[in-house]
């Protein structure tokens, strides 16, 4: 398989799968045209569009793109079903896509609905992890966020975080912010400024890197936990992924 991220809007990466026999698959297109682009110049016929959540910059071009190509099969959370999703997906589901078995994962957080594809090494999550932070809380809450992200770090080191919006720099900026002698997250921050000038994308990334660099996988962590000042309000993790949100959310 070729993995193939295709810049669209102002900071989203709309993902492709490449089979390398001319098909593919789609994930979350917020416009069309790029991607049609993409499908011209690469002499691509995609077989599927994978949905994880219902917002318009993850969903806007699906329609578009069936006009072009109506064999194309659409997946996604029952929260897609007016956005053109065909065939619903819920947690525990495995399905063949793109000639690939796909675990799916319920990742509720960003939104109620939102699902996360998973067939090694590849990890479509969406909105819910980003290389260094994690989605906004827009309908869920922080624990089910939480919890998402714990179900998530069950996978392998290698997992390739395939996630949906250029947003490293900043996330690294604000957790420098909150551990300013990490020299893991302080040398990243640096490969990614290196990146961004010539260009280049900072994703996907691994999870073994997201479990060194990203504060939201590391709530257990006594060193961030002193350095976020703690106090015998917060008791539990989840606790600790609320406050570093709250603290995101204003930085």
């Known amino acids: 398989?070729?993995?193939?991220?295709?810049?669209?809007?102002?900071?989203?990466?709309?993902?492709?799968?490449?089979?390398?026999?001319?098909?593919?698959?789609?994930?979350?297109?917020?416009?069309?045209e790029p991607v049609l682009e993409a499908l011209g110049k690469r002499h691509l016929t995609p077989t599927a569009i994978m949905l994880t959540h219902h917002h318009h910059?993850?969903?806007?071009?699906?329609?578009?793109?069936?006009?072009?190509?109506?064999?194309?099969?659409?997946?996604?959370?029952?929260?897609?079903?007016?956005?053109?999703?065909q065939i619903i997906l819920k947690?525990?589901?495995?399905?063949?896509?793109?000639?690939?078995?796909?675990?799916?994962?319920?990742?509720?957080?960003?939104?109620l609905g939102h699902i996360s594809y998973y067939s090694a090494p590849y990890l479509f999550c969406g909105d819910t992890m980003f290389?260094?932070?994690?989605?906004?809380?827009?309908?869920?809450?922080?624990?089910?966020?939480?919890q998402s992200f714990q179900r998530?770090?069950?996978?392998p080191d290698e997992t390739l975080v395939c996630c949906a919006h250029e947003y490293t720099v900043s996330n690294?900026?604000?957790a420098r912010s909150i551990l300013p002698d990490d020299s893991d997250?302080?040398?990243?921050?640096?490969?990614?400024?290196?990146?961004?000038?010539?260009?280049?994308?900072?994703?996907?990334?691994?999870l073994g890197l997201e479990r060194k660099i990203n504060l939201f996988l590391r709530c257990h962590?006594?060193?961030?936990?002193?350095?976020?000042?703690?106090?015998?309000?917060?008791t539990t993790d989840w606790q600790v992924f609320a406050l570093l949100r709250h603290l995101k959310d204003s930085f």
């Open 221 to 234: 962590d006594v060193d961030l936990q002193n350095n976020l000042n703690i106090n015998e309000s917060i």
């Open 185 to 206: 997250i302080s040398a990243h921050e640096e490969t990614v400024l290196d990146k961004r000038k010539k260009g280049q994308s900072s994703l996907p990334t691994t």
């Open 152 to 155: 998530l770090a069950e996978l």
């Open 91 to 111: 947690n525990g589901d495995e399905v063949e896509i793109g000639g690939v078995n796909w675990a799916i994962f319920a990742t509720p957080g960003h939104t």
């Open 172 to 174: 690294l900026k604000f």
């Open 131 to 146: 290389s260094a932070g994690c989605g906004r809380l827009f309908e869920g809450t922080a624990e089910q966020m939480y």
């Open 1 to 32: 398989m070729n993995l193939i991220s295709i810049p669209a809007l102002q900071d989203n990466y709309i993902w492709l799968l490449d089979d390398q026999n001319g098909h593919c698959v789609i994930v979350d297109p917020g416009e069309a």
């Open 57 to 85: 910059d993850h969903v806007g071009g699906v329609r578009a793109i069936i006009e072009r190509f109506p064999a194309v099969t659409v997946y996604g959370p029952e929260e897609t079903l007016s956005k053109g999703a």
